[in-house]
């Protein structure tokens, strides 16, 4: 069965990190698939020299001058894939590494799990020389159980993905693009109020890069934050969660508004 899997770069990417992120799915065990790459707005000039040196006949590449973001740039790619017969889409992320056998067991899991539409998996932290960082983060193995995990955080590593078909087919397709930066948070949720059910492995699929600029400038902000507590009080009200959701989504707030250090020590303390 050959899979889809999708990814997006933009002009902060880094070479190294893109060619690492690369190589790991193309020397995936799993090899029946077509890797979809697009270019939201300019890239760096190594970034690519790099791209076009690649020779491999799986890899098609789309460029566009403006950046519009991650969210139209996948859908963007969705509306390439969709009307092939892919019936597994996955997703990657520029700056990680996937599991040499991630497709492989996600394929095989998808397969003995007909009733799920996603599936992602555990992840290793590394740092900006790709050294573990020491610490792996698990989610919620059973559908159930990521539905209720919902209530406090997402369920699964957006990174880590694999969709089966039917998921876009209930959602409508496209990654939702009302909250920025929260395309994961708003396509989860999306899924929930269409029925589709989300599970993880336990298998570590995915090296997470993760870097100290991240906290000073990804998801934090007071504007961020107050998108965020929006969605988070809309989520309870759709997906029926109880006076919990409330407390966690008023916590995370403020920690989205706190110093970086304090965001910090919270990562570490509550992944």
């Not at 060619?19 to 697009?38: R, V």
């Not at 970034?47 to 789309?62: A, K």
């Not at 519009?68 to 520029?94: C, H, T």
């Amino acid at each position: 069965m050959r899979i889809a899997v999708i990814m997006s770069l933009y002009l902060n990417d880094n070479v190294d990190y893109v060619s690492q992120a690369i190589n790991s799915i193309l020397n995936q065990t799993y090899s029946d698939f077509d890797f979809y790459i697009q270019y939201d707005g300019h890239v760096k000039d190594d970034v690519d020299l790099y791209l076009s040196s690649l020779s491999d006949t799986r890899i098609h590449i789309y460029k566009r001058d403006e950046n519009k973001g991650l969210a139209k740039s996948l859908n963007e790619l969705l509306a390439v894939v969709m009307p092939f017969d892919y019936q597994f889409i996955a997703r990657m992320d520029a700056d990680d590494i996937s599991t040499p056998d991630r497709f492989e067991k996600q394929v095989n899991y998808l397969q003995n799990h007909p009733e799920v539409d996603a599936v992602g998996g555990a992840i290793n932290e590394i740092d900006e020389n790709g050294m573990n960082r020491g610490k792996v983060t698990s989610y919620p193995c059973t559908a159930d159980e990521c539905r209720a995990f919902f209530a406090k955080r997402n369920p699964v590593a957006h990174p880590t993905v694999m969709f089966r078909r039917s998921f876009f087919d209930k959602v409508g397709w496209l990654y939702p693009t009302d909250y920025v930066r929260n395309e994961d948070t708003r396509l989860w949720h999306e899924g929930y109020k269409h029925g589709c059910k989300i599970a993880n492995i336990p298998d570590v699929v995915l090296n997470f890069r993760m870097t100290d600029d991240m906290f000073k400038n990804r998801r934090n902000g007071k504007e961020f934050a107050k998108s965020q507590l929006k969605l988070r009080m809309q989520i309870k009200k759709d997906l029926g969660y109880g006076f919990m959701a409330v407390v966690y989504a008023y916590a995370m707030y403020w920690l989205m508004i706190s110093p970086s250090w304090l965001l910090k020590l919270a990562y570490k303390v509550l992944r």
